[in-house]
């Protein structure tokens, strides 16, 4: 178990639905973070929350909404999604900025697909 | 533009057959230098964290160092249980971590 645990693991969704995905650290981390890994890119920022404030968001479409209610939990939200939006979905979490010492500890994520 | 570019894409080893994987960066202001591992399936795992050109850390059969512009992450008799992407990522000044695409790494007994 790293720390930072990730619910559903696998997610299928059709275009019309709506679903959440689940974060949750117990890292004692104030810094949590969801990224995008798609097959042959990098991988891309989507959020950044920081002591529960949202820092940056990298003109990620309206159809994901996050929402980060307290320090060891955090939340994606879909809705109407595209199948080009059929990812491996990873959040993580640091102690403050994750410049200093470890950077980032991150979940399995979820690998969402959407028909 | 901040840039990190990953070579070999993919790099296949005899168990045994040292190597080095390439990590070339352009950023503005360097806060880190960090390199991962990922298994399938699961998300990128910490392995080290560089600062400053020419410093050098090591665990097992991995080596990391840094220059001015690249990284290298140098396998010594690398073994089965080594094989998984690398991914490198740098923190510019006052952002978050930027990836790059990996390096796959397959070695055979």
């Known amino acids: 178990e790293t720390g930072v645990t990730q619910t559903p693991r696998h997610l299928v969704m059709g275009m019309t639905n709506k679903k959440s995905l689940k974060c949750e650290q117990h890292l004692g981390h104030n810094a949590m973070y969801w990224y995008k890994q798609s097959a042959k890119k990098p991988l891309e920022l989507m959020f950044v929350y920081s002591l529960e404030e949202r820092v940056e968001n990298n003109s990620v479409p309206s159809r994901f909404s996050p929402e980060c209610p307290n320090s060891s939990h955090l939340f994606l939200h879909l809705h109407t999604l595209q199948p080009e939006d059929s990812a491996l979905y990873l959040c993580?979490?640091?102690?403050?900025?994750?410049?200093?010492?470890?950077?980032?500890?991150f979940g399995s994520g979820t690998r969402l697909t959407v028909v | 533009e901040d840039q990190v570019t990953q070579s070999p894409e993919a790099l296949r080893l005899q168990e045994g057959e040292s190597s080095s994987l390439n990590c070339s960066y352009t950023v503005s202001g360097l806060r880190g230098l960090f390199w991962y591992r990922q298994d399938p399936g699961k998300g990128p795992e910490f392995l080290f964290t560089l600062y400053s050109a020419g410093e050098e850390k090591e665990k097992e059969r991995l080596k990391a160092t840094l220059t001015k512009k690249e990284s290298f992450l140098h396998i010594t008799a690398p073994k089965p249980e080594d094989s998984a992407t690398y991914l490198c990522?740098?923190?510019?000044?006052?952002?978050?971590?930027?990836f790059g695409k990996g390096t796959s790494l397959l070695v055979t007994p």
């Open positions: 993580a979490s640091s102690l403050d900025d994750g410049g200093s010492g470890y950077g980032y500890t």
């Open positions: 990522a740098v923190m510019p000044a006052g952002y978050a971590l930027n």
